[in-house]
Nanobody, 122 residues
Framework: QLQLVESGGGLVQPGGSLRLSCVAS???????IGWFRQAPGKEREGISS????????TYTESVKGRFSISRDNAKDTVYLQMNSLKPEDTGVYYC????????????????WGQGTQVTVSS
């Protein structure tokens, strides 16, 4: 059964950090991976992506300098390190699998996890 499982979400104060993990039940080595966020009442937006060879990493403007994406193909896992969190970072975070050079558009991705909730609040 093909699965993507996100973890690492939770409640954190503004300025805090979280590290999200996305673990696959299959090999990720030939896929680009994206992280997306959906805030209440808003559309899902692309936050960050990483190419299959890790050479290309993209970030939406609002998280540049605060978030960092990485991957460990030996563990079929992709991470999103989130620092200096802000209340506007609140939402459900999803990882998704796409082509090797996939970017930040939801329609580039074929397979999605169930999401993990991140809440930034004092």
């Amino acid at each position: 059964q093909l699965q993507l499982v996100e973890s690492g979400g939770g409640l954190v104060q503004p300025g805090g950090s979280l590290r999200l993990s996305c673990v696959a039940s299959f090999s990720l080595e030939n896929y680009g991976i994206g992280w997306f966020r959906q805030a209440p009442g808003k559309e899902r937006e692309g936050i960050s992506s990483i190419s299959s060879n890790s050479y290309r990493r993209t970030y939406t403007e609002s998280v540049k300098g605060r978030f960092s994406i990485s991957r460990d193909n030996a563990k079929d896992t992709v991470y999103l390190q989130m620092n200096s969190l802000k209340p506007e970072d609140t939402g459900v975070y999803y990882c998704a699998v796409g082509p090797p050079e996939a970017g930040l558009e939801t329609n580039e991705y074929d397979f999605w996890g169930q999401g993990t909730q991140v809440t930034v609040s004092s």
